[in-house]
């Protein structure tokens, strides 16, 4: 399902583009407010709501000691879930997952685990018998576009206040989750050969081509992922990654200012 | 055999500048691609690179079940990649997970850009990839065989789509990551484009330096260049032999 925009908005907005501008009169590289409420869920490990525009995003983060994967018998293991609720947007519906709620969670997923901003090792209570299992789960709650970047700050924000439960578990006492990088997701999408990042849904549904790409602390990519039925340039991608990278160091600032 | 430590550590991915299969880091593996296997479909296209065996079928344009799914202003594609249970080292449980939606997902849209879907209304694609084997880069070997099987149905395309991955390992950029290059490497990144250079696929995961990126983009689109020739010569070859075919008959129908 997607949303639907009616051609006489669609062309307002593609006017606007050609001119340099957008609807709410940001520049095309220009992110709206941000603001993330840290641990308003005391009965999960950490949790994190994130407001980007007037899109809202929780997610909570769950551990538990499990089994490790027989391959990893020294690892934790981080599950990765999101939840596209139907009152997040009338395009949502009940039921399963669908392809774009497992892309989401994969993305968000994949930044956390390429990032190796959780130390896997350190997860290890007794080798190939018992680890801690790191559940994050997204939960959409408003989706007015780019939901996929507010997921990702709140899920590195919700391991940032998790506390390992050791002592519910009789496992020792408590103490915070080591977290070692900070990875970002940062979103473009391509419309007519303008590029703009942080998209809202109107501005969503009219590109085709969404471009994600997740960075590290250090600059580099950990991560990155092409959706739409669109193409791009080979100079479109290397512009995009530029300034994303950026973005997602004023992004990191600004998280670590809070 | 040389024992393989859980996190390939100690393996060296290289030895006197060749890679553990002998190829330099600029080449991808023997790529051998056979059109029209499958007698009841459409269009197909069996297409074997390295360890990799994949099958792809297309059928369609055909009415859409179930019919809300249906488009009143062009023709939708579905992309089902499925790996079979034996296809890999543990046995895969049978049936799609996340990670096939996923793929079939971002493997619909690097086919869709070039298909002309406008020219069916109402009606539906349908593109199935088989992974019967599993060595690294099914997907791409899925998007570049069900590429050939689209055009073998005689689907019109703006273009063909060729697929490759690049990746890094021993912070070595190499082309087409085998196995063992993907499991311990630094880095992998699938991408898929046109002849023309328009990128309608492109994924990434490990770690890059925006040097590294642009190094590895560029050798992965070196790659599907080549990938693109082959994928032509097969095409090519399939259909002049239907013609010579085609030429005997009509001699025998004038004599």
Sequence with gaps: MTNVIAEIKKDYLYNLFLKGERADGRAFDQYREFSVERNLISKAEGSALVKLGSSQVLVGVKMQPGEPFPDTPNRGVIITNAELVPLASPVFEPGPPNETGIELARLVDRGVRESKAIDLEALCITPGKQVWIIFIDVHILDDCGNILDAASIGAIAALLTTKVPASKFGLGEDYPLPVKDIPIATTAIEFGDVIMFDPDSDEESIANTKLTVLSTADGSICGMQKSGTGVLRQEQIYRIVDIACEKAKEIREKFLEE | ?255
């Design chain 2, 1 to 255: 055999m040389k024992m393989i430590a859980m996190d390939g550590s100690n393996i060296s991915f290289f030895k006197e500048g060749l890679r553990l299969d002998g190829r330099r880091a600029d080449e991808f593996r023997p790529l051998k691609i056979e059109v029209g296997v499958l007698a009841r479909a459409d269009g197909s296209c069996y297409v074997e690179m390295g360890g990799n065996k994949v099958i792809a079928a297309v059928y369609g344009p055909r009415e859409v079940h179930p019919r809300h799914l249906q488009e009143a202003t062009r023709a939708i594609v579905r992309y089902r990649y499925n790996m079979a249970s034996f296809s890999v080292e543990e046995r895969k449980r049978p049936g799609p997970d996340r990670r096939s939606y996923e793929l079939s997902k971002v493997s619909r849209e690097a086919l869709e850009p070039v298909i002309f879907t406008s020219y069916y209304p109402r009606s539906v694609i349908d593109v199935f990839v088989e992974v019967l084997q599993a060595d690294a880069g099914t997907r791409t070997a899925g998007i570049n065989a069900a590429s050939v099987a689209l055009a073998d149905a005689g689907i019109p395309m703006k273009s063909m789509i060729s697929a490759c991955a690049a990746g890094k390992v021993a912070d070595t950029i190499v082309l087409d990551p085998m196995k063992e290059e993907d499991n311990f490497g630094q880095a992998d990144m699938p991408i898929a484009m046109t002849p023309t250079g328009q990128i309608t696929l492109l994924q990434m995961d490990g770690h890059l330096t925006k040097d590294e990126f642009q190094r590895a983009m560029e050798l992965a689109i070196k790659g599907c260049r080549d990938i693109y020739e082959i994928q032509r010569k097969s095409l090519i070859e399939k259909y002049n032999q239907l013609g010579s075919e085609l030429a005997v008959v009509q001699e025998a129908e004038v004599l």
